[in-house]
């Protein structure tokens, strides 16, 4: 049996390793837009903040899968490790053990260099598997110092093998599950729900459509420009966005979906709120560098009578612009791609009237005091905060609704 020497060194790896396993699996569900409670609360979208910058940028994904899934796996191997060495000390696992931890915890300096120099932001989930690293390496060390003195032989016991075989196999096992289920749950939330689950979403969505329907009235004015549905709708939904957020372009994508279904009793309208110092007095620091020229650059799709192409002309490549800088040359390129005249784009985007058009719609948003993006409004109420997943079936609850009135 094990030393008690490396109890404590071996307690320290289990709680890095306990750590750094669950976050890194909510990252995951994170990457892949399956939102998760525990995410939404420590994740948000302000200027100090962001774990989709992280996601979508150049580290984001490797060889196709989320970084947050070669973490998973890392951690569960060093818990694998220290459970093999606990029952059977050996010099090469034990160096596994030290030199992992070590590298991992020089990445980690990397990827938190990389959010503050590159991204401009702490993604605060990841923040949590740094301190997790932290933890790790420390317990890897005194493992490495106390278990050195102790190992005789290389005498590898069968409880060893066969922990550190089960411990290996169920932390791929688990991460590419995780991976999967997180990407199920983004594509298709409610496939195959059971009548109960069936039941506790028509319970929420109950509730979510009563603390709508409580919410205050917001009158602001409704522009033909930028919308998109019905003539003579039963529902107005109002989205105020941001080009370089992705729970924007989440929310894009649902709209369109819903207006699609049921075009002739829903309109959609889109309304800028980059969230760039430059044209947006409400921020107070840089961020989302960029966005108000992306928003011009919408607002010139309008002009040519091509809002809806440009608009998701650049949400669409909306994860270029995380690597790298906005530029005209860009603008150019995404508007000859979505039909538009290039020479009138270029005249457009210079107009003193188009920056006027996208601060207006940053007026109204501060009018109604929006704190972040995107801000829904449906029939004058704001949208409650809701995981995203819920929103198609509140909006169709608010649809039947108010269909009956």
Same mark, same amino acid.
């Given at each position: ?16 390793? !306990? ?21 939404? #609360? ?39 490790? #220290? ?42 989930? $990841? ?60 594509? #298709? ?6 009548? +109960?689950? +069936? ?14 329907? #409580? ?9 033909? *420009?930028? *919308?998109?549905?019905?003539?003579? &709708? ?10 370089? $957020? ?32 430059? $044209? ?19 607002? $010139? ?16 490549? +909306? ?27 270029? *005249? ?35 949208? &409650?905060?809701?995981?995203?997943? !819920? ?15």
């Amino acid at each position: 049996m094990f030393k008690k020497p490396l109890i404590l060194p071996a307690t320290l790896v289990f709680v890095g390793a !306990f750590i750094g396993l669950l976050f890194s699996g909510i990252l995951i569900y994170e990457h892949n837009g399956a939102k998760t409670e525990l995410g939404s #609360a420590v994740c948000d979208v302000n200027q100090t903040s962001s774990c989709d910058k992280a996601k979508d940028s150049a580290v984001g994904k490797v060889f196709g899968f989320p970084l947050a899934l070669y973490g998973y796996v890392f951690y569960g191997s060093m818990a694998a490790l #220290a459970a093999f060495l606990l029952l059977s000390l050996n010099d090469t696992a034990l160096r596994l053990l030290f030199w992992g931890s070590i590298s991992a915890l020089l990445f980690d300096v990397f990827l938190l260099l990389y959010s503050l120099v590159v991204l401009g932001s702490i993604c605060r989930l $990841c923040a949590i598997t740094y301190i997790a690293s932290v933890i790790l390496a420390a317990g890897a060390y005194l493992f490495n110092r106390d278990g050195a003195k102790m190992i005789k032989a290389e005498n590898i016991s069968i409880a060893g093998k066969a922990v550190l075989g089960v411990l290996f196999a169920a932390t791929f096992g688990s991460g590419f599950f995780l991976n999967n289920a997180s990407l199920q749950a983004q594509s #298709a939330p409610v496939a195959g729900a059971t009548e +109960q689950e +069936q039941k506790l979403r028509e319970q929420l969505n109950n509730e979510f459509y009563k603390q709508w329907k #409580a919410g205050e009235l917001v009158k602001l004015d409704k522009p033909r *420009s930028g *919308s998109k549905g019905a003539a003579n &709708p039963v529902l107005t939904i109002m989205e105020f966005a941001d080009p370089l $957020c992705p729970h924007c372009k989440d929310m894009g994508i649902v709209l369109n979906e819903f207006v699609k279904k049921h075009g002739d009793k829903v309109r959609v309208i889109f309304r800028h709120y980059p969230l760039d110092i430059q $044209c947006n007095d409400a921020m107070k620091r840089a961020f989302h560098v960029g966005a108000c020229d992306l928003a011009r650059a919408i607002e $010139c799709g309008e002009a040519q009578g091509k809002f809806w192409p440009m608009h998701d002309a650049v949400f669409m490549q +909306q994860e270029l612009f995380f690597r790298n800088p906005v530029t005209e040359r860009a603008i150019e390129s995404l508007a000859a791609g979505a039909g538009l005249n290039t020479g009138a784009m270029a *005249s457009c985007f210079k107009s003193q009237a188009t920056m006027a058009k996208v601060k207006a719609d940053i007026a109204a948003g501060n009018k109604i005091k929006i704190t972040g993006t995107p801000t829904t409004i449906i029939n004058d109420r704001r949208l &409650p905060g809701v995981p995203l997943e !819920f929103v198609p079936g509140i909006l169709e609850k608010i649809l039947l609704e108010e269909s009956r009135r």
